[in-house]
């Protein structure tokens, strides 16, 4: 990206390509009117230079005759009935003068609009440009643009509420707080620095650790809706797994409604696995039907399994499937403890077949290894007749949303680059507290809390990078 140039005017289509009842060219920056008065005449006399804000106005685009673009002054031709409307700034998305252009919806219609701001002197804008000026000029701050595309991306009803919170400014008001406290924690203890001398203290040494230890237990409560909120976000990875035959793409075949894994009476039928996404209860699911373990005969059989060791690893969920027509086998209780720290649903399948395999006999088996971080459940289904499935759909509701089975009403963190600052910030205030415990000197713990106000100040902008910016603007679209 180029950079935070504001003094050019940038443009770009800002609906999806392809046909559409409209589609929108979005122009923003000092010269957006000018250029965009020079593609578009209003109709009934009216000028753009002196259109109302936010108001509707019919118009003609009009764009050079393209086989005269090479002469000095083509004659306009008339493309396509427009309406246009300017938002002057800063009561704009981007906080600077937009125009914006809607056309019938057209690749081409709207590609040759593109042209022609371009020949009038705009620049193609980069993706999430629109969103970077909006930030640069104080509309948003970072926690808000980052919402911008998490609403947009939103799979479910859930994920968007929270990119919604997140898009009021909740998160950033959260940060801003800490940031508050904290500056004036540092204001007290500078003015202390100027006054070693005189031995004048400006702040008793319990204070500043009350206030730090309040800071510290607002980071701890973010920290802790990290995990659901990357869950909500980018969804609750689950891999299904067991012994060949128990009924795994079955399952994954009637959870997503349609035939989309081979399935067969051959143990051995899945050999690669395969990965869908869906919204179930609200929460998005990425289902992982895997090859099934045993020991391997070929080698591509033994990459399979590779491949299914892989997905166990790289998982939030797993869902232990377990042939319950047949009495379990000494591979099956290997499973059912894989990976203790994971969360874990134990699936009797075939459940029309009638039951070999007892609930009680299998958490008699998991009650001689309560070490599991989250408690097993245990469902009973046929993934034939679809018996069960709902169990099964409330069960991962309930692990992915926690006990409420409701969707979080309070501010969760879903970003990685959120969480990991707030880790940061943590340990430098944690460093501030035992600087403190042990009598060091203010500039010390003045130190220590300068590093953690940098690190939550990446989280809102408020200190920023053009390499943060870049990575995080370059995951939008171009025209938002
Ligand atoms: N009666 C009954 N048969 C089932 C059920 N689930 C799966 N099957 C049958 O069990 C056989 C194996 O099913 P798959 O879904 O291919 O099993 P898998 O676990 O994916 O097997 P691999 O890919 O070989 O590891 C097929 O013949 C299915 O029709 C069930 O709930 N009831
Ligand atoms: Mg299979």
Redesign the pocket.
Known sequence: MSGGHLDDTICAIATPMGEGGIGIVRVSGPHAIPFAAQIVALRNRCDLHRAHNHRLYLGDLLVPKRQQQTSPNPSPERLDEVLVAVMRGPRSYTGEDVVEIHCHGGPLILQMACEALIQAGARLAEPGEFTKRAFLNGRLDLTQAEAVLDTIRAATTIGLRIAQDQLKGELGQRIARMREELIALLAHLEAGMDFVEEDVSFIEDREIDRTLERVLDELSRLLETADQGRIIREGLVTA?I?????????????LLQANR???????????DTLEECLNINGVLLRLV?????RDAADCIEQEGIRRTNEAVHQADLLLI?L?G?HALHPQDLELLSLEPEKRRIIII?????GLQISESEIFGHLRNQNFFSVPPQLVC?????GMGLDMLRTSIQSLALGSSLEAPHSILVSRLRHKTALIEAKIGLEQARRALARGLSSECLALDIRTALTALGEITGEVSTEDILDKIFSEFCIGK
Do not use: E, F, Q, W
């Open positions: 299904i067991g012994r060949p035959n128990v009924g795994k793409s079955s399952l994954l075949n009637a894994a081979i399935v067969s009476h051959i143990p051995g039928t899945t050999r039907d895997t090859a099934g373990l499937v042939d027509s399948n075939k459940s029309d077949l289904l046929s993934a034939k007749t």
